[in-house]
């Protein structure tokens, strides 16, 4: 897939922010391979550059954050990922969750809401190589229907509701991993669409805080940021 052979001198900055993964719990070693992997240097404004591999949100633009690499990693692991899956990411932001995505699925769809940042991660994300991605902009509280279903998806913004879409849109078995709660403080969670029927098992997972997710099944709009 995309980003072999990138000769860069983060590698250390990389290799260490998987060891603190690692001792935080994560285990799934596609996961961990996948962030010593992608220079997510190259996903954040150059203001922060110097803070990419630490395990903290970082901004960048438009009153969006590129999530923490531990939150990133944990709902990653949850999704299941053996490189056989069809993604979908509502909240692309920067490409970086989007890039991991495509170093652990077959096929990641990706939708963002606010054009300039799904414009500067294509950017990225072609610079890289990756071909086993499509990006798009628009409402992802609605999905994207006609690749569905998914056998996983991951939203990487706080919803007050578990999008009926996304949902619909899980195949038999699938994984849906969002932050459910207020603007404020959330909870991720991990939905899971029963193999047989049309039921779902939701499991809290861990206190999170997320920019909201502002769409027609998500917090009402106004101002893109
Ligand atoms: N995974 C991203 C995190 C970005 S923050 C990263 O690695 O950088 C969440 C993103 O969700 C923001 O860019 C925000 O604009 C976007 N977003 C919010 N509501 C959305 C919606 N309804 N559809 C698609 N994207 C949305």
């Known amino acids: 897939m995309g980003a072999r052979g990138l000769a860069d001198s983060y590698g250390g900055y990389r290799t260490q922010l998987v060891n603190e993964l690692q001792a935080k719990g994560i285990r799934d070693l ?40 531990w939150v990133q990693a944990r709902s990653l692991e949850l999704a299941r990922l ?35 940042l799904s414009q500067a991660a294509r950017n990225v994300l072609q610079q890289l190589g990756y071909r086993n991605l499509s990006l798009m902009t628009g409402d992802g509280t609605l ?43 959330q909870t991720m969670v991990l939905v899971t669409r029963d193999p047989n029927g049309d039921g779902t098992r939701v499991e809290p997972v861990s206190d999170v805080r997320f920019v909201p997710l502002i769409g027609q099944f998500g917090f009402a709009g106004g101002a893109s940021s």
């Open 82 to 116: 053996t490189g056989r899956e069809r993604v979908l990411e509502v909240g692309t932001g920067s490409g970086y969750q989007t890039a991991l995505l495509a170093e652990c699925a077959d096929q990641v769809f990706s939708v963002e809401r606010i054009p300039a």
């Open 30 to 69: 596609a996961v961990l391979k996948a962030v010593a992997h992608v220079p997510r240097h190259l996903f954040v404004p150059e203001s922060v550059r110097h803070r990419a591999y630490q395990d903290a949100a970082l901004p960048i633009g438009a009153g969006q954050t590129i999530s923490q690499p």
């Open 143 to 185: 999905g994207w229907r006609p690749y569905a279903p998914y056998d996983a998806i991951i939203v990487a913004a706080a919803s007050p509701e578990i999008p009926k879409p996304l949902v619909e849109q899980l195949s038999p078995g699938g994984r849906l991993i969002l932050p459910l709660g207020t603007r404020d403080s």
